[in-house]
């Protein structure tokens, strides 16, 4: 049946502010304390999301999470009325405060993984949620990410969302930053290449930064999505790597069908990676990356591989890449070469996203992909799909209710607490998702 890959992108949230949370994102721990936009982050993105959806590719978003969160402040002892909880909170520990007010769920790559109904036992979607337990300021998005997605794939029959995996760090998941589905047409059955970075047991770990995703927890995601045994590899991140700043596996490699673009030293044993990969994938083409043109240290810079490789029409393929990626001379003269050479990437395409690669997120982070056919298509939410309408009706939203400048002192202000749940609250109708948010129960 013919498919097709749709970018369900999140949607930056009204807190969305630098405190440099992501010990392991340099990006992230770079900018710490700075002055952010949260109205201006959010229009990049919705730019990026227009653009892509005029260019012809299916396009769609996620709303981002009620922030901060008063029951997990609730939870580490303050008390009193949600202002008083938060008052109470900056006194006391203003990091806590920036942990819980985190905009971070706008990476929605980290929101689940996805495996294909082509691709599953049973012939539906499946989505699990990612429990993000690395990191605190990301290990209570969960159950809302559920919620979410459940209102958005409403059709039971044709799709399953798997809450997350028990909060544990044996079954440490990031979700889809760490997988990649390589194959010949979307509605096809395809390789699922699942990337762990550390294993109970196992080989040895990073030693600067640490590695998020098991072994073991890609291994429970593959069995809760069904994956068929015979379309899935499991591959070790080179340590080395994660001690240079790649925290995920998409900030060094990405893919699209039969093409792996990536850093030669991505992957622990590649050789042995990509001889498995050409037996398994029909025409499978890998794009490896030499040090020479582009160092690791370059790649994390500049956020080269945390790209969208996506198909155009005429089956050639589009690199959507943030400006820091033509802003650096040698990795702007790499990807000029690139489309000179014999490979499908015949088009560069470049967006403004300093708002979310300061905070440590680039094109790819901020997307989650689902490849659906024409009828698991209809079976999505219509009114998360983006269109003119619904670009201009989020735009005169983000214009009416975020910040053009915040710092760490604003969390304390309760009027912030009380504009971000009429935002969600309004977002929610705009949307049709019904009651997902816990200040709406």
């Known amino acids: 049946m013919n ?52 260019a012809g590719f299916c396009q ?73 337990n690395n990191k605190f300021h990301r290990a209570s998005e969960a159950p809302t990410t559920e919620a979410l997605l459940t209102a958005i794939f409403t059709d039971r029959s044709r799709f399953t969302v798997h809450s997350a995996l028990p909060q544990v760090a044996l079954f440490g998941d990031e979700g889809a930053a760490n997988h990649n589905r390589l194959g010949g047409a979307y509605g096809q059955p395809g390789v699922q290449l699942f990337v762990y970075g550390r294993e109970e047991g196992g080989a040895p770990r990073p030693e600067r930064y640490p590695a998020r995703q098991t072994l073991e927890a890609s291994q429970a995601v593959a069995r809760l999505n069904q994956v068929n045994p015979r379309q899935l590899i499991f591959a070790r991140q080179n340590p080395a790597v994660i001690d240079r700043g790649v925290f995920h596996n998409d900030v060094i490699a990405v893919s699209n069908r039969q093409v792996l673009f990536c850093h030669e030293d991505a992957f622990a044993d590649q050789p042995a990676l990509m001889a498995n990969l050409r037996q398994l994938v029909p025409g499978f083409m890998p794009i490896q990356v030499s040090a020479r043109d582009v160092t690791v240290d370059e790649a994390v810079a500049t ?55 300061a905070n440590g997120g680039g094109p790819a982070c901020l997307r989650l992909r689902v490849v659906l056919n024409e009828e698991e298509l209809r079976g999505v939410n219509p009114a998360v799909m983006m269109t003119e309408t619904l670009f201009n009706t989020l735009n005169n939203w983000v214009d009416r209710y975020y910040r053009d400048r915040l710092v760490q002192a604003d969390l304390a202000d309760p009027q912030l607490l009380r504009e971000g749940r009429e935002a969600l609250d309004s977002l929610t109708q705009i949307l049709h998702l019904g009651s997902v948010y816990p200040f709406q129960r």
């Open 303 to 357: 956020y080269l591989f945390n790209s969208q490789l996506l198909s155009k029409a005429d089956g050639s393929m589009l690199l959507v890449l943030p400006q820091e990626s033509q802003q650096h001379p040698r990795v702007w003269r790499y990807l000029n070469r690139l489309l000179e050479e014999d490979n499908p990437i015949s088009e560069l395409r470049v967006f403004d996203l300093r708002e979310s690669m």
């Open 60 to 132: 769609a978003l996620i709303p981002p999470q009620e922030r901060p969160n008063v029951a997990v402040l609730r939870q580490s002892g303050f008390t009193g009325r949600d202002e008083q909880v938060i008052e109470k909170a900056a006194a006391q520990a203003p990091w806590l405060l920036s942990a819980v007010s985190s905009a971070s769920s706008m990476w929605v790559a980290n929101a689940a993984t996805v495996c294909p109904s082509a691709d599953a036992l049973d012939g539906r979607v499946h989505l699990t949620v990612a429990n993000l």
């Open 3 to 54: 498919a097709q890959e749709v970018n369900f992108d999140g949607l930056v949230g009204p807190t969305h502010h630098y405190a440099g949370l992501s010990f392991g994102n340099e990006a992230s721990t770079s900018h710490r304390f700075q002055l952010s936009n949260p109205r201006l982050a959010a229009k990049q993105g919705l730019l990026k999301m227009k653009a892509l959806a005029d």
